[in-house]
């Protein structure tokens, strides 16, 4: 099992970047995959996850700005991120059932 996390960066704040999670080694149609992200000093915290359905789920702190969607042709994960702020300045992890984990992309905003 794979997953490989990029697309992050530096960006100012009020601005967007998309993470994608490219993945293989697993039936990627049957399995539900999340982003994580952890900020220096604190603990990793979930971010938003999307089941093999579609279903999808956030995080109270980014709900409205970030979306998550899945593309099962490419098995990959994306995360859209709009109105960035300094709080969302973090590595960002994406994972299948919080036992694989990809090595992560740094976010940083700048105010």
């Known amino acids: 099992v794979q997953l490989q996390a990029s697309g992050g960066g530096l960006v100012q704040a009020g601005g967007s970047l998309r993470l994608s999670c490219v993945t293989s080694?697993?039936?990627?149609?049957?399995?539900?995959i999340g982003w994580f992200r952890q900020a220096p000093g604190k603990d990793r915290e979930f971010v938003a996850s999307?089941?093999?359905?579609?279903?999808?789920n956030y995080a109270d702190s980014v709900k409205g700005r970030f979306t998550i969607s899945r593309d099962n042709r490419l098995k990959t994960v994306y995360l859209q991120m709009n109105s960035l702020n300094s709080d969302d300045t973090a590595v960002y992890y994406c994972?299948?059932?919080?036992?694989?984990w990809g090595q992560g992309t740094q976010v940083t905003v700048s105010s």
């Open positions: 994972s299948m059932w919080q036992r694989y």
């Open positions: 080694g697993f039936n990627f149609d049957d399995y539900s």
């Open positions: 999307i089941v093999s359905g579609g279903t999808v």
